[in-house]
């Protein structure tokens, strides 16, 4: 895992270095979410189901990330309250701390990173659990701190509607149908699968590097310090609780606690930013999170697994 993180990275700052030259600039950052979401993802997910192992123990891999986010709800809650913050700013912190960016960082990350970890464990914490959280837990605090409270709500079956629309949670469904009927994919059809989904982790950091900005840290350095501590610090630790009330073992176990130690999500910024949060304290988290996860990720490795 530290040559991953180290390589990505280096990716991240080439695409910082390319956006500073104008070869990139943040318009094209959309384009590539598409690409990763569309084309390079849904692959990856689909092999990984293809080729796993599947067992009973993973059904509780998502409960185990559910119990960790709900956990960092709480704590992060009760927080925001003593700090006496107003909604927006309050919003703002939890949603950058409850949610991990276990897709477009967590899941390429293990993929690329050899033995040690469950591919089929990380799937599932991340489609099962984080995806649902995202549409449905996250969208619904970001409009509760983020809009007057005479404010209409989307319902919460417009963000499982958007949940299941997203193809990564198609290639959920179809791999794990072509895993249980036993289906051998043929070459032809598995190496261009292989070759997209190698795809996915250089594009979302290329992704990060565009979207780094550290102009106005210094204003917010309380709440992105805090922010940090819980989501690459204290949400491990609460990983490994878990992991271990739930008798994960091996793998698997390597899997959860490295899926709870992930930066902030992404999509906390966008839907926080569209919900009227504080943007700079969001955008602050992602990158300052997402930078030193690099970092705090293969430590955490060598610490604890």
Known sequence: MTETAFGALLIILAGAVARRHGVLSREDGPLLVRVVIYLALPPLIFLILVRADLHASLLLVPVAGYAIHFILLGLVGLSVRLWGMERP??????????????????????????????????????????????????????????????????????????????????????????????????????????ILGAATLPLTMLYAGLMIEFRGLGRIWAEVSYVTVVRLGIATLIGVAVAEALRFSDDVFNTVVIMAAMPTAMMSLVIGTRSGLRSDVLAGAVVVTTLLSTLTLPAWRALLL
Not at 125 to 150: F, K, N, P, Q
């Open 89 to 194: 700013r309050a919003g703002a912190m939890i949603v950058a701390t409850a949610v991990g960016n276990t897709g477009f960082f967590g899941l390429p990350l293990i993929a690329a990173s050899g033995s040690g970890f469950s591919l089929p464990a990380a799937v599932m914490y991340d489609a099962l659990c984080t995806g649902v959280v995202t549409w449905t837990s996250t969208v619904m605090i970001a409009e509760s701190y983020g809009r007057h409270h005479s404010a209409p709500r989307p319902p919460i079956s417009d963000g499982l509607r958007t949940f299941l629309r997203l193809p990564p949670n198609w290639a959920l469904a179809a791999g794990l149908a072509v895993n249980l009927a036993g289906i051998d994919l043929p070459a032809i059809v598995e190496r261009p699968f292989e």
